[in-house]
């Protein structure tokens, strides 16, 4: 597939600050979940996808064009800040109007456009004709999302879209992306909120202190972390005699047993759960619940920033 934002040897300064430090990877179409720690270069790296800050070295591409001055790929491009900067005193429609008619939308046309992107951004007409002063967090969420789809992009940038939201606001916003992608948007969403990536997204770029530390799948992630050794948790009813039944196998490098559960790191996850029913045979054990908790996005994250 052909990459939507391909960078290559990217850094970006701010004065005597790293922002970003030699990156280069590639971005496909689909949903991509961009993870890091404050301080990684998120949002530099989205500042530099829209136009906003110019490369101190190397190349960003965007939708195979260089976004800084070019206002024909910019129109191409929704953008969610993770700030709000809405007008308080204003109603959604009148608010999203004023931005729709700014990108050349007819005005005649504007309050259509303006009540189709709230639809999809599922807030309720009920709200409409609120100052967006009185709104919740998670309200104010959902009208910057509809300005950032009401020009149908072709690829959208949230920059921390759930904050704000409840469960079930952040299930809906997901349900609206991956609705976007079905009709053929790419979105490249950050958050912290890393298992709700880890639903949503196809493709993650992990970076940290500036550096792109992995990028793709998260199996092809996963497999860059493969000098750590796997985290298996088990619940039983005999933990303890369970360690004791399987201390000598080679596979299993170490072990933590309470009274309700073991926990085994091994040295290759694959062979173990391929060799688990004879390992365990004899042990005696009832056994019910067995888990790899370092195939969570969360715990592949969390190796490669350490």
């Known amino acids: 597939m052909n990459a939507i934002i391909e960078a290559k040897e990217l850094s970006c300064f701010y004065g005597i600050v790293l922002g970003l430090n030699n990156v280069t990877f590639d971005i496909e179409a689909g949903i991509t979940g961009l993870v890091g720690p ?5 949002s530099t790296l989205i500042k530099a996808i829209t136009g906003q800050l110019a490369p101190s070295s190397g190349t960003i591409s965007v939708l195979g064009a260089n976004p800084i001055n070019n ?12 700030r709000e900067q809405i007008r308080k005193e204003l109603k959604p429609i009148d608010w999203l109007r004023g931005l729709a008619s700014l990108s050349g939308i007819p005005w005649n046309e504007t309050r259509e456009v303006a009540e189709k992107a709230l639809q999809r951004a599922r807030l309720e007409s009920t709200h409409w004709g609120k ?8 309200m104010k969420q959902r009208v910057k999302l509809a300005q950032s789809i009401m020009h149908d992009p072709d690829l959208i940038i949230l920059d921390e879209p759930m904050n704000g939201l409840d469960p079930n606001g952040r299930a809906e916003i997901g349900e609206i992306l ?7 948007k790419s979105i490249l969403v950050s958050s912290h909120i890393l298992h709700e990536l880890e639903f949503l997204c196809s493709r993650f770029l992990i970076l940290n202190w500036g550096r792109a530390l992995a990028s793709g799948s998260q199996i092809d992630i996963r497999e860059t972390v493969t000098e750590w050794p796997d985290e298996i948790a088990i619940r039983c009813n005999e933990p303890v005699k369970l360690a004791r039944h399987l201390q ?3 596979l299993i490098r170490g072990f933590l047993a309470d009274d309700e559960s073991l926990k085994l790191w091994v040295s290759d996850p694959e062979s173990f759960f391929a060799n688990w029913p004879r390992l365990v045979s004899g042990s005696g054990v009832e056994i019910f619940e067995i888990r790899n908790q370092n195939q969570a996005l969360t715990s592949t994250f969390e190796r490669m920033t350490q």
Request: net charge positive; glycine share 18%; hydrophobic share 20%.
């Open 71 to 82: 206002p024909s790929l910019l129109a191409k491009i929704g953008y969610c800040p993770e």
């Open 178 to 184: 991956k609705e976007l992608n079905e009709q053929g």
């Open 38 to 42: 404050n301080g990684a270069g998120k």
């Open 131 to 138: 100052r967006m002063g009185t709104y919740s967090k998670g």
């Open 248 to 250: 000598n196998q080679d």
